[in-house]
C-alpha cells in the first residue's frame, strides 16, 4: 500500500447549493474578506456567475474555480451548478476536490437538486460542511432545516463519521457566518477557518510519478487548447516533456508550455504544477475530459471520470426555411456540426450522432434544461438553424421497452392539489407522497416518465398561478408506462408568405392564441397560434381589410389586440409536436412544420386517414 502525504498548504473545496439559495453571493464575501482586492476597489457582483444566461438567470451553469489565500494556506473553491442537468458538471467538479460545502436556505431547506449533487459529494467521501444560509429571512425556521438535512443524510445512506458534520449559520448577502443561532457573526473567518480546520488537504504519494487528471478544458487564443485539472501525484516543470492518456489507452507526447494556478477569479504563471494543486496547463492540442498527463517514464492511467448517460435527444439541423440567413451568421451545417463538437470536448454530457438525414445531427443530453441553454447559446453567437421536439431516450432489456424515469417534487398551495394530481396521473406519474402541515400548502413527491415533462412545466405554472414550485431529479429507468396525448390544442399554420396585419389577427383571434404581430413576417408553414381544438388549420394573417368607397358610421373603429406572449425557447421546446421544428436565429424564435406546403400536409393527412380505414 503507498503510504500517502497531505499537502497542508492546500484545500480543495466544492460549494453545493439549490439554485437561488446564495452560493455565489457566499463566494463574493469570501473573496472580498480573503484580502483579494484593495479597499475602496469596485467589484461586480456574483463574479462567478461568468456566463450572460447565467447573469440573467440568476443560476449557475457551468462548474468554475477560483482561489483564495487564508492564513497561508490556499482555498481553491469549485462552483458547482445546482441542476440536476449540469449533472456532467457536477462530476468533473467534483473529481477536483477534497471537501464540500452544502449550502441550504434557512427557509426553503434541502431541495431536489441539492440532494442530486450531495449525492454525488457523499458517494466521492468528501468531507461536508453544513452552512444554513439566509437566517435573517423573515420565514426563516433553521432548526426545522437542520433536521432535514440530518433525514437527507440518512436517506442517502451517510456514514457515522459524514453524519457528524460541522456546522455554521450564515448571512452570505451580509459576508457573515456564525456558529450558534444567539451569537451575532462579523465576518466569514469562521467558515475559512473551519474549512481549513475540518477539510483535510489533498493526499498524494511522495514515490509515485506526477499524475495529473483532466477535469475541464478551456482556450486561449495565444495558448491554443487548456487542460484544466488536479495534479494527483508528484509535481511538474515548465517545458518538462510529458504525455497524455487517452480515451483509447494511446499516449500522446506533449511539452508543457506554461502552466497556471487559480488566484482569485483569475490565472497566475507557476515554474511548477505541486501535489493537490489545481492548474492550468498549455501545450497539448488533442486532450479531452477524462485524460491524464503523466510522466514518459512511467505513464500509468488515473480512473476516468464518469457521467449518467444522457435521456433526452434533439436533431438539430440547419435552418430550411424561407427566411434561412436573413438573421445569422453561421448557418452551414458544417459550422454546426464544429460547434457541437466543440461542446462534447468541454461538456462530458453532452453526446453528438450523425443522423440518416443529410445536414442534420442528434444531440443527446441529460434534460431538456440543459440542451436549451446550449440552443440558447449557440444562437447568442450567430448561429442559425432548426431543431427538433425534446424525446426520451428508451432502452430495450429482456424484450421489454424501458424508460426514464424522475422523481417529481411539488410544493403548491392546497387549493390547486386536485388539478396537479388529475394533470399529473393523466401523463402516467404515480403519486408517493403527500405532506399536508396544515398551514395551506402541501408537499407532493410523484414517479414519472421523463417524457410526462416535457411540455409541463409551463403548464403547472398556469394551473398554479405562479405559486409553485416543481423540481425533479433523475430516478432511473423503468418499465414503460405507456401513450398520453402530450398536447390537447392544435396549430395554426399561416397559408401564404406575407405580413402579418392587425385587421386579420383580430379576426382569427377567436381560433385562438396567436405568436405574431402585425408587421412580423411570415411563410407558408410557418405557425402563427396554437388552434382552441385539437386539430391543425391554415390561416391567412395577412389578409386585408376589402377597400371599397362605401363607408357606415361605426365601422372603422382602430381594433384593439391581445397582447401576444413573447416565444422563449423553452416554450417553444414544450409546444411542438413531432411534426413541427423550432426555427432559432439571433434574433427569432419562430415555429414551423417540418413539411411547409399546406397541399403536401393535406395530401399526406389524407392518406393516413386512408391507411387507418
Known sequence: MTQLTSNEKIRNIAIIAHVDHG????????????????????????????????????????????????????I????????????????????????????????????????????????????????????DRSDARPDEVLDEVYDLFIDLDATEEQLEFPLLYAIGRDGIAQETLEEK??????????????????????TEPFQMLVSDLGYSDYLGRLAIGKVIHGSAKQNEPLVCINDKGENVPLRLTKIQSYDGPSFCETDIANPGDIVVVSGIEEVTIGDTICTKEAPKALPRITVDEPTVSMRFSINTSPMAGLEGKLVQSSKIRERLNKETLLNVAVKIEESAERDSFIV?????????????????????????????????????????????????????????????????AKMTNLVNNGKGRVRMEFSAPSRSLIGYRDEFLTDTKGTGIMNSLFAGYGEYRGDFPSRYTGSLVADRAGKAVAYAIFNLEPRGELFVKPGDPIYEGMIV??????????????????????????????????????????????????????????????????????????????KQLKGKK
Open 23 to 74: 452560493k455565489t453571493t457566499l463566494v463574493d464575501g469570501m473573496f472580498k474578506q480573503s484580502g483579494l482586492f484593495r479597499e475602496g476597489q469596485e467589484v461586480d457582483d456574483r463574479l462567478m456567475d461568468s456566463m450572460d444566461l447565467e447573469r440573467e438567470r440568476g443560476i449557475t451553469i457551468a462548474a468554475k474555480n477560483c482561489a483564495v489565500d487564508w492564513k497561508g494556506v490556499k
Open 364 to 428: 443527446k443530453g441529460r434534460g431538456e434544461f440543459q440542451l436549451a441553454i446550449l440552443i440558447e447559446t449557440m444562437r447568442r453567437e450567430g448561429f442559425e438553424l432548426s431543431v427538433g421536439r425534446p424525446e426520451v431516450i428508451f432502452k430495450k432489456e429482456n424484450g421489454k421497452t424501458l424508460e426514464p424515469l424522475e422523481q417529481i417534487f411539488i410544493d403548491c398551495e392546497e387549493t390547486f392539489l386536485g388539478v396537479v394530481t388529475e394533470k399529473l396521473s393523466s401523463r402516467k
Open 529 to 606: 397560434g396554437e388552434h382552441n381544438r385539437d386539430n391543425d388549420i391554415n390561416i391567412n394573417p395577412s389578409k386585408e381589410k376589402k377597400l371599397s368607397n362605401m363607408r357606415a358610421s361605426g365601422k372603422d373603429e382602430a381594433v384593439i389586440l391581445t397582447p401576444t406572449r413573447p416565444m422563449t425557447l423553452e416554450r417553444a421546446m414544450h409546444f411542438i409536436r413531432d411534426d413541427e421544428l423550432i426555427e432559432v436565429t439571433p434574433e427569432s424564435i419562430r415555429l414551423r412544420k417540418i413539411e411547409l406546403s399546406c397541399t403536401k400536409r393535406h395530401m399526406a393527412r389524407g
Open 76 to 135: 481553491n473553491i469549485i462552483d458547482t451548478p445546482g441542476h440536476a442537468d449540469f449533472g456532467g458538471e457536477v462530476e468533473r467538479s467534483l473529481s477536483m476536490a477534497d471537501g464540500a460545502i452544502l449550502l441550504v436556505d434557512a427557509s426553503e431547506g434541502p431541495l431536489p437538486q441539492t440532494r442530486f449533487v450531495l449525492k454525488k459529494a457523499l458517494e466521492a467521501g468528501l468531507k461536508i460542511i453544513v452552512v444554513v444560509n439566509k437566517i
Open 185 to 206: 457573526g462579523e465576518n466569514l473567518h469562521p467558515l475559512m477557518d473551519m474549512v481549513i480546520d475540518q477539510v483535510p488537504g489533498p493526499a498524494y504519494s511522495e
